[in-house]
């Protein structure tokens, strides 16, 4: 029994029009998804999806994309990301999952899921842009959502460890509204997507800053290989 973090799937089954194969290192990617997936997760092992699960604008629309994931072994745990835009509230998604007998699917959103001694925690994050008033706004929500989630596993005694979609570091642009929350609650792992291409992994944080060990996740970064947490 194994944790796995991947992100930005961006998987396309109900929009097969915005498939990423047009970018390169994203040839024929949902079956690398696949495979890599069979050849790496058992049924009893754990999946963080880090954000941009799927191109569907709505939950009908992502249902195709959904459905392959509960067919692939393994709970997931599934966090938003910038262009997950079928995402709604807590309830209602966790209503369709059930209702379409997507028993494998969560949702992390103010929240946490127990992992032995472990908590999984998280939430989308933002951008770094503090002279725009409307930006900083729904970084403030972002940051008390992470808040939120490490509050909660730490009232249950877990360790949190934080996955989320937009990293808080990244070049030299530094997101303090989310490191502070990392600081306040002594996280020791971060794990992030959202970054693609050649020029972007090669400016992500990786490793340890500021005692955070920094992990970039991101499913083209993986070469769409599940990473493993623990």
């Not at 790496?40 to 999806?49: C, H, K, L």
């Not at 929500?141 to 959502?145: N, P, V």
């Given at each position: 029994m194994s944790l796995f973090v991947i992100g930005d799937l961006h998987l396309s089954y109900g929009v097969p029009e915005k498939t990423m194969e047009i970018f390169s290192g994203w040839e024929n990617y949902h079956a690398l998804i696949k495979e890599n997936?069979?050849?790496?997760?058992?049924?009893?092992?754990?999946?963080?999806?880090?954000g941009d699960v799927s191109w569907g604008m709505s939950l009908a629309q992502a249902e195709k994309d959904f459905r392959f994931l509960e067919e692939l072994p393994g709970r997931k745990i599934i966090l938003k990301g910038n262009h997950d835009y079928w995402w709604t509230t807590k309830n209602k998604m966790d209503n369709f999952f059930a209702q379409s007998g997507f028993n494998s699917l969560n949702i992390l959103h103010n929240n946490h899921y127990a992992y032995e001694k472990y908590a999984v925690c998280g939430t989308r994050g933002w951008v770094n842009m503090p002279d725009e008033p409307a930006d900083a706004k729904v970084l403030g929500?972002?940051?008390?959502?992470l808040e939120v989630s490490l509050k909660?596993?730490?009232?249950?005694?877990?360790?949190p460890i934080v996955f989320m979609h937009y990293p808080p570091i990244f070049a030299n642009s530094f997101n303090y509204d989310i490191l502070d929350v990392l600081y306040r609650y002594k996280i020791k792992r971060c794990y992030y997507g959202?970054?693609?291409?050649?020029?972007?992994?090669?400016?992500?944080?990786k490793g340890v800053y500021d005692d955070i060990d920094f992990t970039i996740i991101s499913g083209d970064y993986l070469h769409f290989i599940p990473e493993k947490v623990i």
């Open positions: 997936w069979l050849k790496n997760i058992g049924s009893d092992d754990t999946v963080v999806i880090a929500r972002e940051a008390q959502r909660s596993a730490v009232d249950a005694g877990l360790e959202h970054i693609h291409g050649a020029r972007g992994h090669s400016l992500a944080v």
